[in-house]
């Protein structure tokens, strides 16, 4: 499970910016839609990393699965592949296409170069693939805006905290990490000026006994809300035995932190795939690069605790009605980074292109950026 | 840094240190009955799954780790089997028993991955547990960590001041002379097998019922090899398991610590500390190889067969 959307993220949020433009056009009809002939019903092909289970980033992908069937019935016809190794992917997405899959789910980093490989020999299906950066005629690629979420998870943090200092437990030096803390940074200086951010880098996606042992050393040294990047429960479950707050990461964690959990990030795939397979049903399919957020609904916010002041959930709802309508701007200025250097200027702020590869941390982030 | 925070730190480390403590000592006593039992990393995860699945269905996190224990057992018997009666070789039987505990785990664990578990007690042992310093570093933790310290002490007193340690240790060095003496060389490394089975198992079930209690497929994550390590690391010296395992499981906290801190170090290179820290250990011991060469059980990865 370690490998699961794979150290060449990196990779993703560098060459992302310079990828998404050019797509060949040959093969599409003039109306930009690629065409394919097609069979009824749709039969949909998902390829997970992991095994589902009951929590995590493939489960999320499980749930979108799901909804998609309930919502499309009978139109569409729905298998998915679970714990498949990278080592396995090209073989499963060859065997989808070639037992009648027209549309393919690859959920997984590391899964981009296999499925555009299968792509290029299977010009009549169509293939999808998660949070990479490549596209060809019949491959497109999707991401989520994490980053909205864990900015309204700032706003909550600074509210409720009174050690003024928050833990974060971070996988890997990529933008999509930089930019969940920064936003988390962001939310956090407009609830509560005063407090800062512990960072604690494991160097992994997925390893409960770090992930724990991070929390712990965060918890002596004096926080006492807890937010990860990293997929496993197990800081929430050291937030709920210290008594203290933690924010979800993927999956809703009640379970493991009924008192502990504030709120969270919680994918949603849902809406997408349906979206997705009624284009290519429809015929208006073609290959783009969708980053999709609260207003898509790709992301969510967890709900609230009812530890959260009024006052406060208030804020977040407004917020995040202003991030949906598109008036409110994340990563406006003033922005300092964390040596006091003036990155944004008020007024200013940060390009999409920017934020694909931001690579710094904003002011008030305690522990290096890398 | 006030003492609240060190004393916190430290019993972290105490609590880190059980799953390798547990698996190694299992290990050791397999090692010196002259069998190499790669498999601790499988071992450890069928023991892990094996007991969430009973803590879960049952409620009871007791039973959790005697299921794990158990299945541990079976699984140390299976090696005891494939490498003792049919004498298959050992290193490959290892490699093969954790692919398959990989599998096996991950198989049985299906449906139970996200399932929440309440994780054993901590039993803070009655007038220890009071102690300035030492009280909330060693003595307010759940069972299995107190299980781990005095196995370390069981093991060392059974190895050097038994008959059937005695027995165990020379079936290790040199099975035919044992056997023409009439030692019972196949029992005993049966015997040593599931015994050490038995401790990834436990160990195994003491990640998945108390230190992160959860199941999820992979959540070992390599200790069973670092246990594998610190039997070499500890020259088949069963006191010496706790420096081993302490000093990794110090610095592995340690760095994390220093990060939390705010202190401007490297993150992969202190990702790296424990790693180099058992290396610099093992170049310091063997920098006398007649010492390793002494504590190695001499028969070692070879397999026996009684001629008659």
Known sequence: ?370 | MNNAVWISLLAGVVVAATPLLLAAAGELVCERAGLLNLGVEGMMAVGAVCGFIAAFTSGNAYLGLLAGLVAGLLCGLLFAWLTVQLMADQVATGLALTILGHGLSGFIGHGYAGDSITGLPALPLPGLSDLPVLGPILFQHTLPVYVALALVFGVHWFLSRTRAGLTLRSVGEDPKVSYSLGLRVNATRYAAAAFGGAMAGFAGAFLSTSYTPMWAEGMVAGQGWIAVGLVVFATWRPLRLLVGAWLFAGVGIGQLFSQAAGLDLNTYLLSALPYLAVVVALVLISRDPLRIRLNTPASLGRPFRAET
């Open chain 1, 1 to 370: 499970m370690s490998t699961r959307r794979d150290f060449l993220k990196t990779a993703a949020g560098l060459a992302a910016a310079s990828a998404m433009g050019g797509l060949p056009m040959s093969a599409m009809a003039a109306d930009g839609y690629y065409k394919i002939p097609l069979k009824k019903p749709l039969k949909i092909g998902f390829v997970y990393i992991d095994p589902i289970g009951n929590i995590g980033w493939s489960y999320q992908h499980e749930l979108g699965r799901k909804h998609m069937q309930e919502v499309l019935g009978d139109q569409v016809q729905s298998v998915a592949v679970e714990n498949v190794a990278d080592a396995r992917a090209e073989a499963v997405f060859r065997q989808l296409a070639s037992s009648g899959h027209q549309l393919i789910f690859t959920t997984s980093f590391s899964f981009m170069n296999p499925t555009l490989k299968v792509a290029k020999e299977f010009p009549n299906v169509i293939f999808e693939q998660a949070t990479g950066f490549k596209t060809a005629p019949n491959m497109g690629n999707y991401n989520g805006r994490f980053y909205e979420a864990q900015y309204l998870s700032g706003l909550v943090a600074g509210a409720m905290t009174k050690s003024n200092k928050i833990g974060f437990i971070l996988p890997f030096p990529i933008p999509e990490v930089y930019r969940v803390v920064d936003a988390f940074t962001i939310g956090l200086h407009e609830t509560n000026p005063k407090a800062t951010v512990s960072t604690v880098w494991v160097n992994t996606w997925y390893d409960p006994g770090k992930e724990r042992e991070a929390a712990q050393t965060l918890v002596a040294s004096g926080v006492d809300v807890i937010a990860t990047h990293t997929d496993s429960p197990a800081p929430m479950q050291v937030a709920e035995s210290h008594g203290i707050y933690a924010i979800a990461q993927d999956s809703n964690q009640i379970k493991y932190g009924p008192k502990a959990q504030l709120t969270g990030v919680i994918d949603n795939w849902g809406p997408y795939y349906v979206e997705t397979a009624r284009r290519v049903l429809e015929g208006r399919w073609k290959p783009e690069s969708t980053w999709g957020g609260l207003k898509s609904g790709i992301v969510q916010l967890a709900p609230l605790s009812p530890a959260v002041p009024k006052d406060i959930a208030d804020l977040v709802m407004k917020r995040k009605a202003e991030i949906e309508n598109g008036t409110f701007n994340i990563f406006t200025g003033p922005l300092y980074d964390q040596s006091g250097k003036l990155k944004v200027p008020a007024g200013k702020s940060l390009s999409e292109g920017e934020l694909l590869g931001l690579q710094w941390f904003v002011k008030g982030v305690e522990g290096k950026a890398s």
